[in-house]
């Protein structure tokens, strides 16, 4: 593996991202400590959550980050991971949320949760469109300046909304965004490829894709709808089963013979090869899993089999 910058930060990355909305859900306290300490020992460190992981969950109330504070405080690490986190969600206050004011009280309770004075990367979860992009990133440039936030990043943003923050940060010498966390795998390409992808590139942004295995259908899994309750997340992988998902799912075969990979490690293999790619996020709620996640962030592609997924999911 090879470190891999985030925008023009001072954060390089191994190109695999914890993704952490499963700890506190469907991986207990117990559990998220085990997988946490088995990611940093591969030697990744990037750790991404955010204030609203995950109160769907009935009575949960934000427990990833409350947890993740826990497992830092028990290890004593914080100086060899990079936390990443989120703010924007509906929390209660009946919206998304980037107005300042909330901001600057969010910050506050994502630092408290994760017990830490600093957040490596803080991202401006959702758009809110009642907000202008000026309040938000100068309410980021107060936590930066108060040494409170280290560096920002977009999620969820098209080209429009990202171009239009880009322009604010350079006109007005306000913090940029230096990475993008949108919707991309395989199967799903329109939130990132074309007009985003070109800007990201031009602009010189980092991209750390979420949902890299469409929330479990690129594992191979999931192959007919009677497949759909083989895990909590089921219900959300059946909109993948069209003409396209199978088109994917037959690819991930042939590559998985010809290389070996699971499906899963060729589906991280396939985003971290793709132009703007710093690194996926990818969940995990057991040992093995987090094995076949570093096994996809270290394997190479050949080029006729990076061809072959590029025309499955086109």
């Known amino acids: 593996m090879s470190p891999r910058r985030l925008g023009r930060t001072d954060i390089e990355i191994e190109p695999l991202v914890f993704g952490t909305n499963v700890i506190g859900w469907t991986a207990d306290e117990q559990t998220s400590f085990a997988l946490l300490d088995a990611f940093v020992a591969e030697g990744f460190t990037a750790i991404d959550t955010a204030d609203a992981y ?21 290890r004593g690490n914080r100086d060899k991971v990079h936390v990443f986190t989120k703010v924007g969600s509906d929390m209660g206050q009946g919206k998304r949320d980037l107005s300042a004011k909330w901001i600057e009280q969010a910050v506050e309770a994502s630092l408290t949760r994760l017990q830490t004075d600093y957040i490596d990367l803080y991202q401006s979860h959702w758009p809110d469109p009642t907000v202008s992009q000026e309040e938000t990133l100068g309410a980021y440039d107060r936590l930066i ?30 913090p940029r965004y230096e990475t993008l966390q949108n919707e991309y795998n395989l199967y799903t390409r329109n939130k990132f490829e074309g007009p985003v992808q ?11 894709t979420y949902y890299a295995l469409a929330a479990g259908f690129l594992t191979g899994k999931y192959r007919s709808k009677a497949d759909l309750d083989k895990s909590p997340r089921g219900k959300s992988v059946e ?39 710093a690194a996926p996020i990818a969940s995990a709620t057991s040992l093995e899993q987090m094995q076949g996640l570093v096994r996809g962030a270290r394997l190479k592609l050949a080029p006729e089999d990076l061809t072959l997924l590029d025309q499955a999911g086109a």
């Open 54 to 74: 995950s109160r769907w969950v009935p009575g949960n109330d934000s427990e990833s980050e409350k947890i993740i504070g826990r497992w830092l405080k028990a």
């Open 145 to 174: 300046q108060a040494g409170k936030v280290r560096f920002i990043g977009a999620s969820n943003y098209d080209e429009t909304l990202l171009s239009e923050a880009l322009a604010l940060s350079k006109e007005k010498g306000l």
């Open 198 to 208: 070109d800007l990201v590139l031009r602009e010189g942004l980092s991209v750390i």
């Open 239 to 277: 909109r993948f089963m069209d003409d396209k998902g199978m088109r994917v799912l037959a690819a991930l075969d042939t590559v998985s013979e010809r290389t070996g990979a699971a499906h899963s490690e060729i589906a991280l293999a396939w985003l971290n090869a793709q132009p703007g790619v």
